[in-house]
């Protein structure tokens, strides 16, 4: 087996999960230095087909939820794959999954059944919802949870519009950055008792304070002391600024910031004469009116001017990227956050960096995304699995190796 590097190195994790939340946290555990398995169905990820080189199974989206993991393919479905699962179970520290609890059950994968075998395994259940109430069965998807906890509402309340969809898997993402450490506090609290533990991470329950915790308000208190939505957040005029020549982002928040934006536009007089500056609180209450005032004078000079006039220290402002500018960024090429690797099967493909960095154990990114199934044998040879077990198993169908790499069968 490879040697890894990371903080997490040595730690084995079995990931049973697809799409976006569920390999967003263990991608987050393998570039941390996880030796994470990815466990897939004979059809893969659906991920794997999306996109340029979907025929090939590696697609963008694939391609950048799946580095710094080994794939393996098992027919969960069948006895013979379940139990070899189990036998893998034996020698993990996480199995992750965001298949349903009912059908984990169903395949004899349920927690208590791999507690058996590893009493120190953490089990790691990303679900839709909490188990305990009436929606614990449905399935959940990104934009059911953007529409489930108001945020599509909030977005279309902050348009004027009908209620939207961020374009952005935001809560499988945001989930799955939570899930990751979940799964790292856990393994902490292992060290302290020895013993593992089933961890269950609901998305809607997740969600609901994320979206909350700006948006619940006046309703914080009991009664209520005003309405739903922090008012800059949901402020219509709260958007990039155009300028004569492009869009930046200039936030003026407090009564410093304020006072040097008023005083380089000519208006300084407007922090005596209108009570609306006079502090935070009256400020944020008619924040949608300043923004408006911000926005007509930003549209009076150019982008480059704006820089050179607001002391960038005091007034956070920033040009607007596009996707394709992003590529472009002056700050992320002197940390070489962008590199350029040689895929073995669809060439060379563009990573972005791990983004924390370790004065110590520091991570690495080790390999790109797995073809499907492209380290079976390997996984199954380090699990103690002899060549004749292995042979058998690929002829039977309930494991599959791409590309093919077997040893002759030894004589019986």
Same mark, same amino acid.
């Given at each position: 087996m490879?040697?890894f590097?990371?903080p997490?190195?040595?730690?084995?994790?079995?990931?049973?999960?697809t799409?976006?939340m569920?390999?967003s946290a263990t991608?987050?555990?393998g570039?941390?230095?996880?030796?994470?398995?990815?466990?897939?169905?004979?059809?893969?990820?659906?991920t794997?087909?999306?996109?340029?080189?979907?025929?090939?199974?590696?697609?963008p989206?694939? *391609? /950048?939820?799946n580095?710094?993991?080994?794939?393996? #393919?098992?027919d969960?479905?069948?006895?013979?794959?379940?139990e +070899?699962l189990?036998?893998?179970?034996?020698?993990?520290?996480?199995?992750a999954?965001n298949i349903?609890p009912a059908?984990m059950a169903?395949l004899?994968?349920g927690?208590?059944r791999?507690?058996e075998l590893?009493?120190?395994?953490i089990?790691?259940?990303?679900v839709?919802?909490?188990q305990r109430?009436?929606y614990?069965?449905?399935?959940a998807?990104d934009d059911m949870?953007q529409?489930?906890?108001?945020l599509a509402?909030v977005?279309?309340?902050?348009?004027e519009?009908e209620?939207?969809y961020m374009?952005l898997?935001?809560?499988d993402?945001?989930?799955?950055?939570?899930?990751?450490?979940?799964?790292?506090?856990?393994l902490y609290?292992?060290?302290?008792?020895?013993k593992?533990?089933?961890?269950?991470i609901?998305m809607?329950?997740t969600?609901v304070?994320?979206? *909350? /915790?700006?948006?619940?308000?006046?309703?914080t208190? #009991?009664?209520?002391?005003g309405e739903?939505g922090?008012?800059? +957040?949901?402020?219509k005029?709260r958007?990039?600024y155009?300028?004569?020549d492009?869009?930046?982002?200039?936030?003026?928040?407090?009564?410093?910031?304020?006072k040097i934006?008023?005083?380089?536009?000519g208006?300084?007089?407007?922090?005596?004469t209108?009570?609306?500056?006079?502090d935070?609180?009256n400020r944020?209450?008619h924040?949608?009116?300043?923004?408006?005032l911000?926005s007509?004078?930003l549209e009076q000079?150019?982008?480059r001017?704006?820089?050179e006039?607001?002391?960038e220290?005091e007034i956070?402002?920033?040009p607007?990227?596009?996707?394709?500018?992003?590529?472009?960024?002056?700050h992320?090429?002197?940390t070489?956050f962008?590199?350029?690797?040689?895929h073995?099967i669809v060439g060379?493909i563009r990573e972005?960096?791990?983004?924390?960095?370790?004065?110590g154990t520091?991570p690495?990114?080790?390999?790109?995304?797995a073809a499907?199934?492209?380290?079976?044998v390997d996984?199954l040879?380090e699990a103690?699995?002899?060549?004749q077990?292995?042979?058998?198993?690929?002829?039977?169908?309930?494991?599959f190796?791409?590309p093919?790499?077997?040893?002759p069968?030894q004589?019986?």
């Amino acid at each position: 087996m490879t040697e890894f590097s990371g903080p997490l190195s040595g730690i084995k994790v079995l990931d049973l999960t697809t799409v976006f939340m569920g390999p967003s946290a263990t991608q987050m555990l393998g570039d941390l230095g996880a030796d994470v398995i990815k466990v897939e169905a004979p059809g893969g990820d659906s991920t794997r087909t999306l996109g340029p080189n979907g025929e090939h199974g590696l697609g963008p989206l694939f *391609l /950048g939820l799946n580095r710094n993991k080994r794939s393996i #393919v098992i027919d969960l479905k069948s006895a013979a794959g379940a139990e +070899l699962l189990l036998e893998l179970t034996k020698s993990a520290d996480v199995l992750a999954t965001n298949i349903r609890p009912a059908a984990m059950a169903r395949l004899g994968l349920g927690y208590a059944r791999l507690a058996e075998l590893n009493p120190q395994l953490i089990y790691a259940s990303m679900v839709g919802f909490s188990q305990r109430g009436p929606y614990g069965p449905k399935a959940a998807y990104d934009d059911m949870m953007q529409a489930a906890t108001g945020l599509a509402a909030v977005m279309g309340q902050q348009a004027e519009g009908e209620p939207r969809y961020m374009p952005l898997a935001i809560a499988d993402r945001s989930v799955g950055l939570y899930a990751f450490g979940v799964i790292a506090a856990a393994l902490y609290a292992r060290t302290r008792t020895g013993k593992g533990q089933c961890v269950d991470i609901p998305m809607f329950e997740t969600m609901v304070p994320y979206v *909350l /915790g700006d948006h619940l308000y006046g309703h914080t208190f #009991v009664p209520s002391q005003g309405e739903f939505g922090y008012p800059r +957040l949901t402020a219509k005029n709260r958007r990039p600024y155009k300028t004569k020549d492009g869009y930046v982002c200039c936030l003026i928040y407090t009564d410093r910031q304020w006072k040097i934006f008023l005083t380089a536009v000519g208006k300084g007089d407007l922090l005596k004469t209108d009570p609306r500056f006079a502090d935070i609180r009256n400020r944020t209450a008619h924040i949608d009116e300043l923004y408006q005032l911000v926005s007509e004078e930003l549209e009076q000079r150019t982008t480059r001017e704006w820089l050179e006039l607001l002391p960038e220290n005091e007034i956070p402002i920033f040009p607007m990227h596009t996707l394709e500018t992003l590529l472009e960024d002056e700050h992320l090429a002197a940390t070489g956050f962008f590199t350029e690797v040689e895929h073995p099967i669809v060439g060379r493909i563009r990573e972005t960096a791990v983004p924390s960095e370790w004065s110590g154990t520091v991570p690495l990114n080790r390999h790109p995304a797995a073809a499907l199934g492209e380290h079976t044998v390997d996984v199954l040879r380090e699990a103690g699995l002899g060549e004749q077990r292995i042979h058998q198993l690929v002829a039977d169908n309930i494991v599959f190796q791409r590309p093919v790499v077997l040893q002759p069968p030894q004589a019986a």
